[in-house]
């Protein structure tokens, strides 16, 4: 056996010799894969070496198909141990030399633009026709096969064998082997159906033959460049490439072409690529009236979900929005609030001072029991100062008014009267507090002090239609409206006034001052308050 | 009528001891107290039928006076300067307070009030439920004493679904259907109330947000309740209902 392969692999290497001398371009190296280097006929056009298919890491692809005669040599670095390396050489699927070692004393020296190598022929051959493979490998590594194909023939087209289509149903999956005619085939698709499976012939260069899809109207790409799957169809123990294509890679109803091209390196391939591309069109119908009830459920569930998604997001949005609103307006409203207890507390030092110095009089006087009713009031309107609430009830008012008025009496001698109309609510109905005492006070400060028992103040809160009207008159000696310095309550009171129809802007709080020689009328509407 | 008086301040123990000796004949005064011990050595000897309590007494409370009785079974009005520390506690017991200076009709009133009350009295259980309201300052009170007729109910507040005004009566509507009048005003019950979430609608409405089921627009805006009552909302209420139902 070792006879035979020794004498045909010497007849091999006499014959390249005469062939060597029918004009390889020793010269010009091209890298063919792994160590290898390649030079060829010195006219050889369309030299397509070293291709690296994506899915095939250690292959690399040289299509020769105008060159005669090639001579492949082996170059190793200066580092690397020749004597672990074999190499078996097929030429088309017969064994020339299997796993033999590097011949050390045919190795030379050879000076490569940075560096010197080892390097030795692995032979001179003639292609033409052929398929010549070689196969590289340490024995440190063996399973590192480096695999270098010289193709010598035309690569012939891809043929699609076969295209099934899968539905399943009830009864589990169902294959379908559609027809296929020379160049187009039909497919319809139902709501069962869950893909097609392209099947390609077998062949020993699969690798290089990728599948894409092209929608024919848009000409866009739908499927990009695939290659094969194996695994799933097996004939004669072989397995056969295939590719499943799911239904939803098909979004409408119309012409496809699927487009089966070999890979030949990519950034220069052949001018006359077409001859190497197999076309077929699928004619493709989407039966998409057919949708099942229960696809339409689902569909129009997904449908609402993704709306209602929408729609909550939005109303998320816009409900923060509103509550950021609402939460600056509250802030307003609170500052607004400090500003208005401010003006309350500013109101009250007047009457404080005097009411204490009538108690004092009762006090004087031996007049016990006054005194002490005199000090109770006193007290509660101390009480409501201080305590600063923002709400009282019209009876609270009402009560607070009648001490303060009450306590004025001890020092002037006026008469008053306060009338409710019998259809409010006094214990219910609130107001904000102190709102009256400062006309109140005005009343009795400029209008009647002076007129003794003559004086008199009437204090009326009324309603009408849906407004609380709160009125304070006294016939004191009035003051002409165009007055430039008003009291300093009634300044504050008109401050306050604004401040509270920044709070309550639907139910705007309305002053109105009528001043005349026959006395002072002071109307507050609260407008729509009850 | 035995009655204590415990104050910190003699000048106030003897105006209280003027103003009862003359416009309240019938309450015996059998001792005074001036701090916490003095107090309960005091009660424990002469079981008086009434106190007259000062809640802010120097670094101690009237409160810890009763904490350290193992009997109340008296009444107690609680005399304070100034109605901020306790007296939230001592309203929503449903207990009656006075405020320095005392006004001499209010403290008739007062007194009056415990006359009718002494008839039946064992262990004061609005005692029992201010000292417990004290004790554990919870975020929110979660009971109210609803002085009855004939009784004291205590009442949870999520059990309140609304009060609503009858002049000076306030009636209270609660989950379990019950409907209670009480004579107080329901301003005063919103006072109580409000800091613990409840919504003043309306003059004559006062709402616990929790049952409030929707916002209706009609008639310029009305509250659904779970209960399937409508409650009306008033003009100058509308924004405040309505941000603190937003921030719920």
Known sequence: ????????????????????????????????????????????????????????????????????????????????????????????????????????????????????????????????????????????????????????????????????????????????HLFISKSKTDIKFSEEDLQITVIKNKSDIDYLYYISIKDKKTDETILEPTPWQYGGYVEKHEHIPYLNIPKRVFKKSGEYEVIIRPFIKDHEPPKDIERYVTRHTLSITLEEESYSKKDLLVYGLIICAVFGAIAGALLTYVKKKEVK????????????????????????????????AGIQNLMNKNEIDNANKYLSKFARLTRNVLNNKELVSLAQEKTLLDDYLQMEQLRFGFSYEIKTNDNLDLENIEIPSMLLQPFVENAVKHGIASKNTEGKIEIAFSKND???????????????????????????????????????KETPFVLAINSSDAGTKIDLTLTDWL | MKAILIDDEFSNLENLRTLLQKHCPQVNIVATAKNVTDAVNAIEKHLPDLIFL???????TGFDVLNLLPKRNFEVIFVTAYDQYGIQA???????????????????????????????????????????????????????ALPMQSEIRYIALSEIIRCEADNTYTFFFLANNEKL???????????????????????????????????????????????GDKIPISKPNKEVVKLALQQL
């Open chain 1, 1 to 176: 056996m070792k006879k035979t392969i020794f004498t045909f692999l010497s007849f091999i290497i006499s014959l390249s010799i005469v062939s060597a001398q029918k004009g390889i371009d020793f010269n010009k190296k091209y890298a063919a894969g792994g160590k290898l280097l390649m030079s060829v006929d010195s006219g050889a056009k369309n030299v397509y070496y070293s291709s690296i298919p994506p899915n095939q890491p250690n292959t690399y692809f040289n299509y020769l198909p105008e060159v005669s005669n090639l001579s492949i040599q082996i170059y190793f670095r200066k580092n690397i141990n020749t004597q672990n390396y074999r190499y078996t050489i097929l030429v088309d699927d017969k064994p020339l030399v299997v796993n033999k070692s590097i011949d050390k004393t045919q190795l030379k020296d050879v000076d490569m633009p940075d560096e010197v190598f080892s390097s030795t022929s692995l032979g001179t051959f003639a292609i033409k026709g052929k398929i010549i493979t070689v196969l590289a490998y340490s024995i440190e590594k063996p399973q590192d096969i480096e695999k270098s194909v010289f193709y010598g023939k035309i690569i012939p087209k891809a043929k699609i064998t076969r295209i099934a289509k899968l539905a399943v149903t009830n009864e589990g999956a169902k294959y379908s």
């Open chain 1, 325 to 356: 609103k609402l939460v600056q307006q509250y802030k307003e409203k609170e500052i607004v609030e400090l500003q208005l207890s401010s003006v309350r507390s500013q109101l009250n030092p007047h009457f404080l001072f005097n009411a204490l």
């Open chain 1, 466 to 504: 849906n407004n609380l009207v709160l009125t304070v008159a006294d016939n004191g000696k009035g003051f002409s409206a165009d007055k430039k310095h008003e009291g300093l309550g009634l300044s504050l009171s008109k401050n306050r006034i604004s401040l509270l129809n920044s709070i309550y």
């Open chain 2, 54 to 60: 000062d809640i802010q007494m120097g670094e101690q």
């Open chain 2, 90 to 144: 001592v309203k929503f017991a449903a207990l009656d307070y006075l405020l320095k200076p005392v006004d001499i009709d209010e403290l008739k009133t007062a007194v009056s009030k415990v006359e009718q009350k002494l008839v039946t009295l064992s262990q004061n259980s609005q005692l029992d439920f201010l000292l417990q309201q004290i004790k554990n300052p919870q975020p929110a009170i979660s009971k109210i």
């Open chain 2, 181 to 227: 009048l009480v004579s107080k005003s329901l301003k005063e019950y919103a006072d109580l109330l409000k800091p613990n979430g409840f919504l003043r609608t309306h003059q004559s409405h006062l709402v616990n947000p929790k049952f409030v089921k929707s916002w209706l627009k009609e008639d310029g805006g009305v509250l659904l309740l779970t209960s």
